[in-house]
């Protein structure tokens, strides 16, 4: 007589259908992740402003890639799908440094909810000087030359030598002079213009002098720069007029002024039209001009004394 067994093993109970049904599901799920490929164009021979491509593909629909904040080397001038049916997203890069420079991982996120986010791989890239090819030639700088009226060296020694001793003169002079015991009359105090307010009246003067419609480009948008560097400068007390875009923000967030993001990437604007000789639509120079008037008055409303509840 033949005992059966008292239980089966519990594979025998899941029929084989459903089995490479599961299988064939965890295949085509495992497809949906981890497809992303990219590619570079215009890369090949980069100089400071020159754009370039960079193509992300992915095996889903693409609702956004997020831009790092610590973005320094490069900006982010276009960010756009590029094509829907191929689910590929298309980058405008363009470097502000020479050098070999390295573009840090972005984020990738699909337009379902439910799938997780990916990453791209970073890269490098080598950005060359703007000097001609070929033009390695260090040249000699010529001797200084004299002017026909132009004095001896003595000669300016001999003046410094006459406004140090008049200078003495004049200050033992006003320490022996009799002191006057009568009280002066108080001088009155002048009132200093705040920082933000004298910006403003040079940014309607650069507006007023009609820059854009002779074509100076250039000129209006170097300008325009130095009227927020001026009071970055008298306002926080550090030599922004002197500094690099790189410098004053680093300088910016070392102080944690407010808003340095949005200045850092205003100026790195201006610095496209003066370096890189980027063309911007009026809309945009509009813009600009706009968020510049905005971000003065904001110190107006922060300088006004508070009402007594």
């Known amino acids: 007589m033949v005992m059966e067994p008292l239980y089966k093993s519990a594979t025998h109970k899941i029929p084989r259908t459903r089995i490479w049904g599961l299988l064939i599901l965890f295949i085509m799920c495992s497809s949906l992740f981890g497809e992303i490929s990219q590619s570079l164009e215009g890369a090949d021979s980069l100089n400071v402003g020159t754009p370039f491509t960079f193509r992300i593909k992915a095996s889903y629909s693409i609702r956004q890639v997020s831009i790092p904040d610590s973005l320094e080397d490069f900006t982010i001038i276009g960010s756009k799908q590029f094509d829907k049916r191929t689910n590929e997203w298309e980058l405008k890069i363009v470097p502000l440094r020479t050098g070999p420079l390295s573009f840090p991982r972005l984020q990738v996120q699909p337009e379902i909810p439910a799938f997780p986010a990916e990453y791209t791989d970073g890269f490098r890239v080598n950005v060359i000087s703007v000097l001609a090819e070929g033009d390695t030639l260090l ?18 020694s001999l003046l410094l030598l006459i406004a140090v001793l008049l200078a003495v003169l ?38 007023s002098s009609d820059l854009l419609g002779k074509g100076e480009l250039i000129l209006f948008h170097f300008r325009l720069s130095q009227v927020l560097r001026a009071f970055l400068e008298s306002e926080y007390d550090f030599p922004a007029l002197e500094m690099t875009t790189r410098e004053l923000s680093i300088e910016m967030q070392r102080q944690q002024i407010r808003k340095s993001g949005e200045i850092r990437l205003w100026l790195q604007y201006c610095d496209l039209v003066k370096f890189a000789k980027s063309n911007p639509s009026a809309e945009d120079i509009e813009y600009r001009c706009q968020w510049l008037r905005q971000y003065l008055q904001s110190f107006a409303k922060l300088q006004e004394p508070e009402s007594d509840a």
């Open 170 to 207: 004049l200050i033992r002079k006003r320490h022996f002079k009799p002191k006057n015991t009568a009280k002066p009359a108080s001088e009155p105090v002048p009132i200093r213009t705040p920082a933000w307010q004298k910006a403003i009246e040079e940014l309607e003067q650069l507006l």
């Open 139 to 156: 040249r000699d700088i010529k001797p200084l030359k004299r002017y026909p009226l132009q004095a001896p060296f003595w000669f300016y």
